[in-house]
């Protein structure tokens, strides 16, 4: 029986890699984190994904890092901003927040016996976040390797990052196929508390462009016209 | 301003832990897990140890992993075993503890903008952890420098095992030269409500050969005469 854990913040890219999870595995598992974000809405997207893939269980795991600050999206004194298109860390970086949650992920994995752990990250149409590339991604199954019992027995759980170098629209493109229903996903950094996006931060831009490049309808409902 | 977050168990290696990165900060923090351990008098401990060293804030994050099961630490179906001196991985192994510990310990340390994290793992006399291995703290250090924001700035947080290749004995010595009180740590997988030690799980087998081997008066309260 083929079992992955799969990390689902409710957004675009989580959720098209819960569907690649679906194909691949007989039971997932997936795993959310309300760590603190102002775009707490993000979760009741991830309830309502997780329902419609029928995963086997849905863990929401509480997480203090919003008392933290040091990120745009827990600290109530530092705005998100709008998209700047810049290259370097967007403000919106939260502090080691793959890390932790693929950590989660990986005691979870070893407890059930999963083979796998899905994890959503894009290095092409992304933030410049250090937790996105692909060299992070590679070191995190080294120590993932070295740091359990099924690793060290020569049967490592797996880091799958399926979109790892895939643009939004060729993420989209492959949801699409899968049949994920992105209107019920929330992206939105600033999301309000009907779920609206506001159309402009960061994760909004990349949406928008990744509809309109992947020929696909934006499903998206934003609170203001754009 | 030199900070530091410190793993503190409550046990006898992160107390000698916390002892050494006082020396070495102008500032610690502590951070302890209720995790579902079966001995979660270590918790009482830890906070005793805590305000003995007067560190700057100490938090104690719950998660929920005693319910994943998979640990005879965690899992109530499962008793905690005699020592038995075998060199495999011992049932009290929980699933990615340190790698989830360390995960959030630095995100922590980022948004405090500490320099360094403390772990009180050793490779000499312990448990066959896969997680307590030279190799596993070499293979973290790489991923929190890939990780993070302050890594790919070249000034990544460094992960500092001290105790990594010394014996229980040297531990317990270098503790003593450093006025670390033992008889407020609690070691043992089996305390009781009370704090009393077992005496005959891995954990206190290891402490009291450790006293034993350092000529060091052994201050434990156990809760049978051993």
């Known amino acids: 029986m083929k079992k992955a854990v799969v990390l689902l913040s409710g957004g675009l890219d989580s959720s098209t890699c819960l569907a690649l999870a679906k194909q691949k595995n007989d039971v997932c598992f997936a795993l959310s984190f309300s760590y603190g974000q102002k775009h707490s809405p993000e979760l009741i997207a991830a309830k309502k ?41 967007a403000t919106t970086y939260v502090p080691a927040r793959n890390t932790i949650f693929l950590a989660i992920a990986l005691g979870w994995a070893e407890a059930l016996k999963a083979q796998s752990i ?25 120590l993932a390797t070295l740091a359990t019992k099924t690793g060290v027995e020569a049967n490592p759980i797996m880091i799958e990052a399926p979109l790892l170098h895939l643009s939004k629209a060729e993420t989209i493109a492959l949801g699409a196929s899968l049949g994920v229903d992105y209107s019920i996903t ?41």
Chains 1, 2 share one sequence.
């Open 118 to 142: 899905f994890i959503g990250v894009s290095s092409v149409d992304y933030s410049g976040y250090p937790d996105c590339r692909p060299q992070y991604i590679e070191a995190f199954q080294k």
């Open 186 to 226: 929330i992206s939105c950094y600033r999301a309000n508390a009907n779920g609206l996006a506001c159309g402009t931060c960061d994760s909004c831009e990349l949406r928008k462009r990744g509809f309109k490049e992947a020929g696909v309808k934006d499903p998206t409902l934003y609170s203001a016209a754009h």
């Open 49 to 89: 994904i997780a329902q419609y893939f029928h995963v086997d269980q849905h863990e929401i795991i509480s997480l203090p890092m919003g008392h933290w600050g040091g990120s745009a999206l827990t600290d109530p004194s530092t705005p998100v901003l709008d998209y700047t298109g810049k290259s370097e860390i």
